[in-house]
């Protein structure tokens, strides 16, 4: 496979896994896709504009109208599969036990009361971050949008490069797929992007979103041993949130 086909699969690979676009899959996709870590943030652009759609017409339809229209692009754009994340680690969160104790909540598909929690709060953290957007000029609506997308797929990729993983699994496929090296060029253009642009509050989101990745990450590593597939999907829709509530107030204090 040349170079540019090895690309072209990656992110073909990323938005199947990433994303409910209807890309097709071919032989080679997933394996192009966790050993090119790059193609995370693409990901985020594509996703983080079809998501932000609906916020074009905040001028014309009332906030919590739009509010609800971009939280039903959200996930019909990126699909539902990552709030499993955000349950399990929900569940996680709130179980009394060691390190095995929670490594075997995760496992368990049996809902308890911190997933359910958890995915509510997650939930509901998007819809009013979606209203707050609804109350912010179209095009920085729309900026802030799609810089707490990249932002959070940026920071899975981080995720991917430089974490480790807690044991065999999906997020082991990543951790063991993806090198530091391998992100580097895309992680300088990305962070020179939101350089130029600051203090715009869509660069403020990008940096959100990373931020707020940082949160389940640092949990793993200090109460799991490391990453697994789970966390993946719950920094994911975590990074989003804290990306979105950022841009927000950026455009508010400023």
């Known amino acids: ?24 899959f071919r032989d080679g996709d997933w394996e192009a896709f966790r050993t ?3 193609a995370f943030p693409i990901v985020g652009l594509v996703a983080g504009a079809l998501a932000a759609v609906p916020l074009l017409a905040a001028e014309t339809l009332a906030a ?32 009394h036990g060691d390190v095995a104790r929670r490594r075997e909540v995760l496992k368990d598909t049996t809902t308890g009361v911190g997933a359910l929690l958890a995915v509510s709060l997650t939930v509901a953290g998007l819809a009013l971050g979606g209203l707050g957007l609804a109350g912010l000029p179209v095009g920085t ?23 480790r993983a807690a044991y065999d699994g999906m997020g082991k496929q990543f951790t063991d797929g993806a090198s530091s ?41 200090r109460y799991l041993g490391g990453l697994n597939g789970d966390i993946f999907g719950a920094a994911n829709e975590i990074g989003r949130v804290a990306g979105i509530h950022l841009g927000v107030i950026a455009w508010t204090l400023l």
């Open 141 to 163: 609506a729309v900026g802030v949008a799609v810089g707490a997308e990249i932002g959070t797929k940026f920071g899975m990729g981080l995720m991917a490069s430089y974490g």
């Open 36 to 38: 090119t870590p790059a």
């Open 64 to 95: 919590p109208t739009v509010a609800l229209g971009y939280l039903l692009s959200v996930y019909a754009v990126t699909g539902i599969h990552h709030l499993d994340g955000v349950a399990d680690l929900g569940d996680a969160l709130v179980v």
């Open 181 to 221: 090296g391998s992100f580097f060029v895309p992680m300088v253009v990305v962070l020179a992007a939101a350089t130029l642009v600051w203090p715009h509050p869509g660069a403020i989101a990008l940096c959100g979103a990373i931020a707020g990745i940082g949160l389940p990450w640092y949990w793993a590593n």
């Open 1 to 24: 496979m040349t170079a540019i086909g090895r690309w072209i699969g990656a992110v073909r690979g990323a938005l199947g896994f990433l994303t409910r676009l209807p890309v097709g």
